[in-house]
Structures are given as structure tokens and as C-alpha cells.
């Protein structure tokens, strides 16, 4: 091969010829034929290839366009280039152009300039694609690379470049030049004498403005005079108002008090009227004794149905909370690990105190996760160490009212179809002591707010335990309206008899006189007509009993919800999220096994050894209170009130006051289990705000901003946020959003926080 003294390759060592040298080119490697054209072109080999030329525009019969960059130049000679040939005498050699394919190239030309040609413009050009090389049997073929075309500024009409020739375009950046300088030199003197002439104009007008100033300052000092008796007046009324105003405050608040102590007495003369109308309960009290003997009631459902009087004992053993972990409510996270350790359950610490954390908010828990990640012995293991009861309820796909979850009044059989749902609620309620645990496992097998929206309604009443009804109160009515009338009968009965209270049924029955007394008095034909209305007194009485019209949640139940995401099962809706607390369980594979360990190894060291079960009660969670008011100037609230604002609206996503509130309970809570603020802060993240994403992030946002650059822009905020703190960010809400950004991109710019 032919080479320049330099040792590069001389251009017409590269011509073969023909077909075969064509084809040999172009399977030469891009590199190659890059640092030929650069060295034919004199550009350097370390630097894009860079170029001038005049776009031009030709467009089709078909409506598209085709856009080109013509008369390429050499960028500082201003020399016209030609791509290399194959020929060996050079004769092929063609005038350099670029293809500017679509994109943001052609958006900086204006079309009707680029179709008369008349703009020019400098880009970096890359090689075209290999079958565009074959076609146009042009191994060195360039295009514009995409957004690197600038236009080049216009030449002043004024100039009056005179140019001929036919190189005169690919010479009139060299040949414009003295132009230039003489136009910029004309243009800066002409500046100068209008600099002078304003300079002149400003002294007079300076001249004006002091005159003026001095004017101004003898009539501001009138006008600052009576502005200063009227303000000294406003003082006054002022120091007035706002004595009148803490006078009003403490009015305000005593009445505040009083009104405060009224709604009290209202509140306990409404619970003594409940009381004293209840109706079985005075039948009851009145005729528990004489129901007991004539066999309509059995003795242990009159006593469990009637109030205890004196103290509640717990029959648990154990030790108690105070007495186990005097240091508080921060221990109780090691101990849990440790004796779930035992059972063969690993869970790391900040797992444990999140999930402690929110049992003390009292919040509807939804946790997570694949099948065996964990969710539901987490609930069965926590409910074990602390000496409490654990009920798993299974969710059935065909639930779609709240009868399937709390069950309901059979009007045929005269007796309620109580679930195990409401059976575990009534169990809690005769253990108040006892922490009971109510776990609905595969909660979205079926649409949670279809069996589930009037529980959820019924949770959002912070102040006081919900009461859930269950039926009407008629049927108590008539129940206790038949029982007293067939008392009634049957003492009279006796009375004529001469029967004592005491006498069964079958003592009345045996006794002909008070048996024809009871079928004269009760309209009954014989005997056996009065055992079936006994048996069906006993059953509606029965039904009753054990069932009422309504039920108070229980201060001792925590609700929880296992969730699985996969299509056999439903997505959360709006209502729900907005509601509960989400934690999501990861693939336990995937957990760091050993720093799990060391944790049980150093908690197990700092746990006394014969330390005995323990027996916990709701207390030591704290109790069933309203969310803390909104603080705006806290400094978490205030950045969670920012993302609101500057993110999650616009990208359609509800995050308001209830659930801000909501967030600064979990907040307060955590920090009894030891959490700190910013891990709490990114909890709460993590609970009630990634959950709600799921969105196309190729759809604009509603300010109108594209999505996918609002949610980016939202991981920036968090990265920034929790920068330097002691939070691992790949395991926290910034790690997870990143996740989710990168399942987007490969799912069509879908962004779902349930995508795996």
C-alpha cells in the first residue's frame, strides 16, 4: 500500500475497483474508514468531525422531506471537501453532503429557509448506516449526527459581499471577513457617539431629579409628621384590641371547659340511657332466674351476658412489659427477634421496630409480599411472644358485601350467621386484657372495598372504639316482648296453682291445675303445643344472647391484611391505600442473612438469660387516639406537604391532610420504637406514598410537564433529602423508586409500585 512520507495511508492506495473493491470498504471497520477521511480532509483524529455546509431541503411528491447538508467545508479553511474515491486517478471524486436524518436537527432550521438553501450551518457528522453505504456505493457516506446541527448567524444585508465564481459558497467565510471587521468597527463607533449623546441626557435629567428629590423630602417630612401622629393612634388602638382579644381568648376557653364538661354529662347520660333500655339485658336482671328454671336460658349465657362487676384478672403467665424491659418500648424489638430467632423466623431489627411502630398507630396494616415471604408469621410469631391471641381469616374470592366479612341476621332461622371474623371480634371482647391479632390472609383475593368499605368508614372514627352494627334492634324487641308475655302467662299460672317461684317447667307441666291454667291463659291445645313455643322461645332467646344488635371494636384487636400481587388477585383501590399502612416484604432469599444473625447473636447478649415469656397487654402499645393536628411547620411535615405540592398532585397522585396526619402519628410512634427520624420519614415514604404510584409515565402530567420527567426529578428530591444521613439509599424509598423507574423503561412507561 502506497503511503505519504508520515506514514499514513495515501487515498489512492485504498482504490481496488469494482464491485469487490467496494465491497471490501465497506466491511473495513468504522475506525478505519473514520481516520482516512479524517486524515483526506486535514481534521484532527481526536476531536468529532466537524464541518460547515448550506442545508437544503427537498421535498417529495409523497409529502416527506428529505434534509441535507451541501457544499461541506472544512470548518476554519473554508476549503470544499469531496469524499475519497476508489478510482485510482480520483476522477470519481464527488462534493461532500450529509443526509440529516429526523429528529433535533431539523427542528433548529426553519423549513422555508432550508428549501430556498440559503442557510448555513456547522454539525459533527457520523458514518451513515451500512446498507445506506452499499446503495450509494460510497464506503465514507456521512450523516449529521442527531442534535449536533447549529445554524450559522446571517451576513448583514448592509454588507455588500461581492463574491464570484464557482467556489464562491464554499469560500465566503474567508472572503466575508474584512467585511466583518469593517462592519463591527462602524457599529462600535456608532455606539460610542450615541453613548456620548445619552451621557449628556442623563446629566440633565439628573440635574431634574435632584431638584425634584429635595422637593419630594420637604413634602415626605409633612407626610412622615402626620403619618407618625396616626400610627401613634394606631398603637393605642391596637394595645386596646389586643387586650380585648386575651380577654375574649379566656372567655372563650372557659366556655370551651364548660362546654367540654357538658358533652361529658351528655355523653354519660347517653350511655346510661343505652344501658337502661337495653331490653334482654333488664329481662335479664329481672327474670334470669326464672328463665334459668323454666329452662328458656341456660345459666352460663345469662352470667356471661350480664356486666362484671370489680377488676378484670389476667390468667396469662408470664412477666409483665415494665417488669421485662424497664428501658421501654425501644427493647421490646431485640427480645421479639430473639425469641422469633427460637422459632426459626430471622427478621431484621428495622423490620421489627417499623412493624412495632405500627401497632402503636392502631392503623389498618396491610403487609406485602409474595407467598412465603413471611407476612403472616410475622403476625402469628408477634402475636405469640407478647402472650397474645392470633386468628388468620382467609379470604374467599366470591366475598362482595360486608355480610361475608361480618356476617348477618337469618330471618327464617330467627338467629344471626355470625363469621369467624366476628367470632374472633367477640372472643377479644371477653379477653379485653389480651392482645388479639386479626390477620385477613390474601385480603385481595376479592375487592377489599367492596366487603371491606364499611369497616374502613367505621375505622376513620379515631376518638372513641367503632361500634359496628349488626342488625336491627327489633328483633331484640320481639324476642324480649314474647318472653315477657309467656313469663307473665306462666307466673299467673302458678299464682292460681299454687306453685312457688321455684318450679320447673315440668313441675308446671306435671301439676294439672297450673297446666290447665297455663293452656287456658296461653291459648295452647295441649302439651305439646307448649313444648314447641318453648323450643322456639329457647332458640330466639338463645340467639339473641349471644349475638346483639351491634358490637364496639375492641380496644385489644389489631386488623391486618396479607396481600399477594399476581393476576389471581386484585389491585388496591384510591380508598383503600389512603387508609392503611402498606409494608412490603421482600423475597427472603434476597436478605443479608449473616448481619441478620450478628443482630440476634448481639441482642440475645443484651437480654437476660432466664428472662420468663412475656405477657403484654393493649396498654403497653398505647392507645386508639386522633391523628396529631397538621403541623406545618415541622420540618417533616413541611417536606411531605412539598412533595405534595410539587409532585404527587401534578402527577394525579392523592396525598392530603388525613394521610399527612396519619404520617405524623407513625412518626411520634416510631420514635417509642426506637426509630430514627429520618428512617421514620422514609417509612412513612415508603408506607403511604410509593404504594399510589402507578401511572403511564408517557401521558403528561396535569401541569402539563411530561411525567417521566416529574417522577425523575421526584427521585432527585429524595436522593438530595436523604443524602447524608445513616440510611442505606438502595434500601430505601430512593432505591425503590429507582426500581421502579427501571421497570418502567422496560414496560412501555408503565410506572406501578406492585410491578416486579
Request: with cysteine; aromatic share 6%; glycine share 6%.
Amino acid at each position: 500500500m502506497r503511503k505519504h512520507q508520515n506514514g499514513k495511508p495515501h487515498p489512492e492506495s485504498l482504490a481496488a475497483g469494482g464491485n469487490h473493491a467496494l465491497k471490501e470498504a465497506i466491511e473495513r471497520s468504522p475506525s478505519d474508514l473514520l481516520k482516512e477521511l479524517r486524515f483526506v480532509w486535514d481534521l484532527p483524529e481526536d476531536k468529532p468531525i466537524r464541518v460547515i455546509g448550506r442545508v437544503w431541503l427537498k421535498a417529495l411528491a409523497d409529502g416527506r422531506e428529505l434534509w441535507f447538508l451541501d457544499d461541506i467545508e472544512h470548518p476554519e479553511k473554508g476549503v470544499g471537501l469531496h469524499y475519497p474515491t476508489l478510482s485510482m486517478d480520483n476522477k470519481d471524486a464527488v462534493v461532500a453532503s450529509a443526509f440529516v436524518p429526523p429528529g433535533p436537527s431539523r427542528r433548529v432550521i426553519d423549513p422555508q429557509v432550508a428549501a430556498s438553501g440559503g442557510q448555513w450551518a456547522v454539525a459533527e457528522l457520523e458514518l451513515s448506516p451500512v446498507a445506506e453505504r452499499q446503495k450509494q456505493r460510497n464506503p465514507w457516506l456521512m450523516n449529521v449526527r442527531s442534535a449536533t446541527l447549529r445554524p450559522l448567524s446571517e451576513i448583514p444585508v448592509d454588507w455588500h459581499v461581492a463574491v464570484t465564481g464557482p467556489e464562491s459558497a464554499r469560500r465566503i467565510s474567508t472572503l466575508a471577513r474584512g467585511e466583518i471587521e469593517n462592519y463591527l468597527r462602524k457599529l462600535v463607533l456608532d455606539e460610542d457617539e450615541e453613548l456620548a449623546r445619552r451621557l449628556v441626557e442623563n446629566d440633565r435629567a439628573l440635574d431634574n431629579l435632584v431638584a425634584a428629590r429635595r422637593q419630594a423630602e420637604v413634602e415626605a417630612a409633612a407626610v412622615q409628621a402626620q403619618v407618625d401622629a396616626e400610627l401613634s393612634l394606631h398603637h393605642q388602638r391596637r394595645d386596646e384590641a389586643e387586650r380585648s382579644v386575651i380577654e375574649v381568648q379566656s372567655q372563650l376557653r372557659v366556655e370551651q371547659e364548660r362546654l367540654a364538661a357538658y358533652q361529658r354529662t351528655v355523653e354519660q347520660e347517653k350511655q346510661t340511657m343505652e344501658i337502661a333500655y337495653r331490653r334482654l339485658e333488664e329481662l335479664l336482671s329481672e327474670k334470669g332466674d326464672r328463665l334459668v328454671a323454666l329452662g328458656l336460658a341456660d345459666a352460663e349465657d345469662v352470667a356471661v351476658l350480664l356486666p362484671h362487676l370489680g377488676a378484670m384478672e389476667d390468667a396469662r403467665e408470664g412477666i409483665s412489659f415494665d417488669d421485662a424491659l424497664p428501658g421501654g418500648f425501644a427493647q421490646l424489638a431485640p427480645l421479639l427477634q430473639c425469641r422469633m430467632a427460637q422459632q426459626g423466623l430471622l427478621y431484621s431489627q428495622p423490620q421489627l421496630r417499623d412493624f412495632l411502630a405500627l401497632l402503636r398507630t392502631r392503623d389498618l396494616v396491610v403487609l406485602a409480599g409474595d407467598s412465603g415471604s413471611g407476612k403472616t408469621s410475622l403476625v402469628r410469631a408477634t402475636a405469640k411472644v407478647i402472650g397474645g391471641a392470633c386468628t388468620i381469616i382467609p379470604v374467599k374470592p366470591n366475598w362482595t358485601g360486608p355480610e361475608d366479612l361480618l356476617g348477618y341476621f337469618n330471618p327464617i332461622q330467627r338467629s344471626y350467621q355470625a363469621t369467624p371474623f366476628l367470632l374472633a371480634l367477640q372472643a377479644a371482647a371477653r379477653n379485653p386484657l389480651v392482645p388479639h391479632f386479626i390477620c385477613l390472609d390474601e385480603m385481595n383475593l376479592a375487592r377489599v372495598e367492596h366487603y371491606f368499605s364499611d369497616f374502613l368508614s367505621l375505622l376513620e372514627n379515631r376518638s372513641k372504639a367503632p361500634q359496628i352494627p349488626l342488625y336491627t334492634a327489633d328483633e331484640e324487641r320481639h324476642v324480649v316482648v314474647e318472653q315477657g308475655i309467656f313469663l307473665e302467662v306462666e307466673a299467673e299460672a302458678r299464682r292460681r296453682s299454687g306453685l312457688g317461684d321455684g318450679a320447673t317447667l315440668e313441675e308446671v307441666l306435671r301439676d294439672d291445675r297450673a297446666n290447665a291454667e297455663l293452656h287456658r291463659l296461653g291459648g295452647f291445645a295441649d302439651n305439646e303445643s307448649v313444648l314447641l313455643h318453648h323450643g322456639r322461645l329457647r332458640r330466639s332467646l338463645a340467639a339473641q344472647m349471644r349475638m346483639p344488635t351491634s358490637i364496639i371494636l375492641p380496644e385489644n384487636v389489631w386488623i391486618f391484611g396479607a396481600v399477594n400481587m399476581d393476576d389471581t388477585t386484585h389491585q388496591l383501590s384510591p380508598k383503600v391505600l389512603d387508609r392503611v399502612q402498606v409494608v412490603r416484604f421482600r423475597n427472603p432469599m434476597l436478605a443479608d442473612w449473616d448481619a441478620i444473625e450478628a443482630e440476634v447473636q448481639a441482642a440475645h447478649q443484651s437480654l437476660p438469660s432466664d428472662l420468663a415469656e412475656l405477657r403484654m397487654t393493649p396498654e403497653d402499645f398505647g392507645v386508639r387516639s386522633d391523628y396529631p393536628a397538621f403541623d406545618r411547620h415541622d420540618e417533616k411535615v413541611a417536606f411531605l406537604s412539598h412533595l405534595s405540592r410539587e409532585y404527587l398532585d401534578p402527577l394525579g397522585v392523592e396525598f392530603g391532610l388525613r394521610a399527612i396526619r396519619q404520617s405524623q402519628g407513625y412518626m411520634i410512634a416510631a420514635e417509642a420504637a426506637g426509630i430514627d427520624p429520618d428512617e421514620a420519614l422514609d417509612n412513612v415514604i415508603k408506607h403511604k406514598i410509593l404504594p399510589k404510584i402507578a401511572f403511564d409515565t408517557a401521558r403528561p402530567a396535569g401541569s402539563g410537564r411530561p411525567r417521566r420527567e416529574l417522577i425523575d426529578e421526584l427521585r432527585t428530591e429524595l436522593t438530595r433529602r436523604f443524602e447524608g444521613t445513616s440510611l442505606d439509599l438502595e434500601a430505601s424509598c430512593v432505591g425503590d423508586l429507582g426500581r421502579m423507574i427501571r421497570l418502567a423503561d422496560g414496560n412501555n412507561g408503565i410506572l406501578n409500585y406492585w410491578l416486579r
